[in-house]
């Protein structure tokens, strides 16, 4: 069984700019920016052999807000420039009560079936508390940056950049594949 890294799109991935405790996300294309400090960690990450497959909720499709060709020409940039091995999103409101929608995890159970994961030895990268708790609800180890986004509920570790986080995981990742216990976080 394979381990992954599970990356928010919006903060993370994308520049979406935090004003209070929203987000402003991209609604089209000539929005979207791609967030180029994530190149780097995302290559070292990669190189240790870890999946890298983004989770997102995008509900501005089912309120009628975000066509769905733009979105999926935003997934189709953000996949090629990145080079990620999958994405996975909800475009469901809050009150469609999927399973689907984090922080519940039915994004990440099709992630490890699809990808065979071993979910014990995956993480979850993101800026935002809903992320932390659906990675406790796995099992996962979450990892958050800093951010009005963190919230107070469950999270295994907040760092100041991806930079930091990527170091973090490399080290537990290392130590996992030697025997070692893989939520070993504050190593």
Do not use: W
């Not at 909800?90 to 490890?112: Q, S, V, Y």
């Amino acid at each position: 069984m394979r381990a992954a890294v599970f990356l928010e799109r919006d903060g993370i991935l994308n520049l979406a700019p935090v004003q209070g405790r929203n987000q402003s996300v991209p609604r089209a294309l000539s929005d979207f920016q791609i967030n180029r400090a994530v190149l780097a960690p995302l290559n070292l990450l990669r190189e240790a052999g870890l999946l890298l497959i983004a989770v997102t909720n995008q509900p501005g499709v089912s309120r009628g807000y975000l066509s769905r060709r733009e979105l999926d020409l935003m997934h189709l940039q953000l996949m090629k420039q990145l080079k990620l091995d999958d994405l996975f999103m909800c475009t469901h409101d809050e009150m469609d009560c999927c399973n689907c929608r984090k922080p519940d995890i039915g994004l990440f159970r099709e992630a490890a079936f699809k990808h065979k994961l071993d979910l014990d030895r995956c993480f979850v990268i993101s800026d935002k508390a809903a992320d932390a708790q659906a990675a406790h609800s796995l099992g996962c180890i979450s990892l958050l940056v800093q951010s009005p986004l963190n919230g107070d509920g469950h999270h295994d570790c907040i760092l100041p950049d991806l930079d930091s986080i990527a170091q973090r995981i490399l080290r537990i990742h290392a130590q996992a594949k030697s025997g070692y216990m893989a939520h070993a976080v504050a190593a």
